[in-house]
């Protein structure tokens, strides 16, 4: 199957450096009266790689705020994250977007952010606001972390795909799956949640030996996992291919319908519902941001029903906003995980560390 473009999406989309999209008019600088600072008219995102919008949707931001918007991508969730915790107090932006719950208290435990209430928060579930009582973040987005599986792989091999957890350590499924590192990848943490969630605290670590044993292949973030070792991709290096089993997400079949030409009638990947964690998005705006009044009017936007509803085909992710319609195409292909697993919010604070130090022992060596 041939592809035009480079996939985009929920952590859809290749490291692509900086961008910058300048607003329409004027040269980014505005005259200031005597004694009086300029005003910064450029407002920086610094975000993981797979922010994506629609460059419309983003110059109509720029248009109304006055504001241009430069966009900084800076890895994988936890990599990105990690360089703003070094450079607390002198960020490099104004906001960032793409910290998630697996990874929320060690950004809010370091100071990251300041708070902030956007407005339109009243159209989000509280479901999804984790930090109401401060506003440190701003929810954006939700998607599930789910195994993927190539079809046409299983149909060739008339072998049924996997559908749980424990499906994965079956003989049936040895040397199929690749995962990300859950040391700095946020679907690779959340696939590492998911099997807490189905195992506890007491089993998850037995579930991995069997996973290891059983082959699973480990990488460093999702655009490796994805493009480059999963059979069922449409774009990426095929070279070396080989996995049909991959952690990405329940909203990845709509891409390869999107991407593919001609647009199959049905999505070539399929989703492993048994293996899913809910993940959800946030932004926030950096203590130190040099352009806070920017920062503040960017995070606003993110939860504007206009981005809302840019976001499904761009990032391949949920709306949080309520009244936001998702586009047929993503409804569509797309799969509904009714009961993700799960791991509250204060056990993910007080664990992550020990448990992903455990699992790199376990998983790495």
């Known amino acids: 199957m041939s592809t035009t473009k480079k996939m985009a999406g929920a952590a859809l989309v290749a490291a692509l450096g900086v961008s ?11 005259k200031a009266g005597a004694g009086e600072s300029p005003k910064s008219t450029t407002v920086t995102l610094v975000s ?28 994988d969730a936890g990599a990105a994250l990690n360089q703003e915790i070094l450079t607390k107090g002198s960020p490099r932006g104004d906001v960032f977007f793409g910290v998630d719950n697996t990874l929320l208290s060690r950004a809010l435990d370091n100071g990251v952010f300041t708070p902030y ?8 579930p509280d479901e999804y606001q984790l930090d109401k009582a401060q506003h440190r973040v701003t929810p954006v987005d939700s998607g599930d ?12 091999k008339k072998l049924a795909p996997p559908v749980t957890l424990d499906d994965l350590v079956k ?82 079949p709509p891409v390869e319908v999107l991407y593919s030409e001609p647009q199959p009638a049905t999505a070539p990947t399929g989703v492993a519902t048994g293996t899913c964690f809910r993940q ?10 040099k352009n806070e009044a920017g920062g503040k009017a960017l995070i606003d936007f993110l939860v504007s029903k206009k981005f809302q509803e840019d976001m499904p085909l761009q990032m391949f992710v949920n709306p949080v906003v309520k009244d936001a319609k998702l586009p047929a195409l993503f409804t569509k292909h797309g799969v509904v995980i009714d009961k993700p697993w799960n791991v509250a919010p204060d056990a993910i604070a007080k664990n992550r560390e020990q448990w992903v130090k455990a699992w790199s022992s376990l998983v790495l060596k």
């Open 171 to 252: 003989p049936a499924y040895k040397n199929l799956l690749v995962t990300e590192n859950a040391a700095t990848s946020s679907p690779g943490l959340g696939f590492l949640l998911a099997s807490v969630g189905k195992y506890g605290e007491q089993g998850w670590q037995d579930y991995w030996s069997k996973l290891k044993a059983n082959g699973v292949e480990v990488v460093d973030g999702w655009e490796q996992a994805y493009n480059e070792r999963f059979s069922g991709s449409a774009g990426g290096k095929k070279a070396k291919a080989d996995r049909p089993l991959v952690v990405s997400y329940a909203s990845s």
């Open 48 to 75: 993981h790689d797979s922010f994506n919008a629609t460059p419309a949707v983003l110059k109509e931001f720029e248009k109304q705020s006055g504001y241009t918007v430069k966009i900084l991508k800076s890895g």
């Open 280 to 289: 959800t998005e946030f932004a926030g705006l950096l203590t130190g941001a």
């Open 20 to 30: 910058t999209l300048t607003a329409c008019g004027g040269d980014g600088k505005d």
């Open 145 to 156: 972390i789910c195994v993927n599986y190539d079809k046409k792989y299983f149909a060739d």
């Open 117 to 124: 209430e956007a407005k339109g928060l009243a159209g989000i």
